[in-house]
């Protein structure tokens, strides 16, 4: 199946399933008056490479809508289609239950939650 939203990346493919959950992301994005057509999202390193053939551990998602952009900084692509369908949804709206199947966290995203708690 086809995206609508336009994918660009400097390290690589989307994950798989990244690529399965995104028409239903555009399909929320329709219901919400959203155009995906109109989107960009471009995927790269975060940070300078530290050794050589070693795969980032965090990548800078940078999504471009008209003249507008932002850039977030997430560990895998199904964190960030989280973050992103979360932003196209409105604050009143986000209770329902969403079409994107949520996961497991993984380690580096338990620690991340770890490491924002008070002390």
Known sequence: MTSSIKLQSTVGD???????????VEADMRAHGLEPSEFVISKDRAGPPAFP???????????????DS??????????FLA?????CIPEGEQDRPSTLRESNPGLVR?????MKQPI
């Open 83 to 87: 973050f992103f369908q979360k932003r």
């Open 70 to 79: 932002f850039t977030v900084t997430e560990p895998d692509d199904m964190s």
């Open 53 to 67: 053939l070693v795969t980032p551990f965090f990548h800078e998602y940078t999504v471009f809508v008209g003249d």
């Open 110 to 114: 338990r620690f991340l939650r770890w």
């Open 14 to 24: 989307f994950a798989p399933e990244f690529m399965r959950q995104l028409p239903l």
